[in-house]
């Protein structure tokens, strides 16, 4: 899969300095097709959530900036429930990790994401 995306990416790229401005700017790498496979060490949804997003350069914080309750979301153990070996974007792949009521939090800026309680906005 590794070897299908990075093309891909690089053509991305390249046509966003071809003359196309805006074009390599507007690339969210959230949006980048993962499979939801988990290695069998991986029991929380941090750990899950940050396996992702190192597909996307992105990584957890729980810490100050965060939400003080991002680091108990992410300690919570991974749901039976999580449709295993789908593929779909990076955040959709952490969200569907999410129980009801907690929402992800993106700095796209600094690459960073976090969790909290509340509603979707």
Same mark, same amino acid.
């Given at each position: 899969m590794a070897k299908i995306m990075l093309p891909a990416l690089l053509f991305a790229l390249a046509i966003g300095q =071809?003359? #196309?401005?805006?074009? =390599?700017? =507007?690339?969210?790498?959230?949006r980048i097709q993962i499979r939801t496979v988990l290695p069998?060490?991986?029991?929380?949804?941090g750990e899950a959530a940050q396996y992702f997003a190192n597909a996307a350069g992105y990584r957890l914080t729980t810490s100050d900036p965060a939400p003080a309750e991002s680091a108990a979301i992410a300690a919570e153990p991974i749901t039976p429930l999580f449709a295993s070996g789908k593929v779909k974007p990076v955040d959709e792949a952490i969200l569907e990790l999410l129980r009801p009521g907690c929402v992800l939090i993106i700095d796209r800026e600094h690459k960073l994401f976090s #969790?909290?309680?509340?509603e979707s906005k």
């Open positions: =071809a003359g #196309f401005p805006g074009k =390599a700017s =507007a690339l969210d790498l959230l069998q060490d991986i029991q929380s949804i #969790f909290e309680k509340g």
